[in-house]
């Protein structure tokens, strides 16, 4: 699987991004896929994830209620819209692709990790 993310961009404090993870290969056999950010200086920390059926979704407590993830079947395509944005927001954010269950939080539980696209907000 090959994981393509694109989307990031600098913008001021209160606006809107929507960052796309486009995934290619054996996709069929995909169970959920999930975007992780990192700060400069910070560890890796997990943001936002959706099972392939779209059914459930699942968020990081920072992001909550200002970041939404959602899939599109037909074009292999998941998104994070991201509302309300804060400088401390500002990071290399990561999609990821998990071929099996278990935990959605960590980054050592998904196989296929696309490349960063950076992600900056200004005060």
């Known amino acids: 699987v090959q994981l393509q993310a694109f989307g990031g961009g600098l913008v001021q404090a209160g606006g809107s991004l929507r960052l796309s993870c486009a995934a290619s290969?054996?996709?069929?056999?995909?169970?959920?896929m999930g975007w992780f950010r990192q700060a400069p200086g910070k560890e890796r920390e997990f943001v936002a994830a959706i099972n392939w059926s779209g059914f459930n979704t699942y968020y990081a407590d920072s992001v909550k209620g200002r970041f939404t993830i959602s899939r599109d079947n037909a074009k292999n395509t998941v998104y994070l819209q991201m509302n309300s944005l804060k400088p401390e927001d500002t990071a290399v954010y990561y999609c990821?692709?998990?071929?099996?269950?278990?935990?959605?939080?960590?980054?050592?539980?998904?196989?296929?990790w696309g490349q960063g696209t950076q992600v900056t907000v200004s005060s």
């Open positions: 990821a692709a998990k071929y099996y269950s278990g935990s959605y939080y960590v980054g050592s539980g998904y196989n296929y």
């Open positions: 290969g054996r996709t069929s056999s995909l169970y959920a």
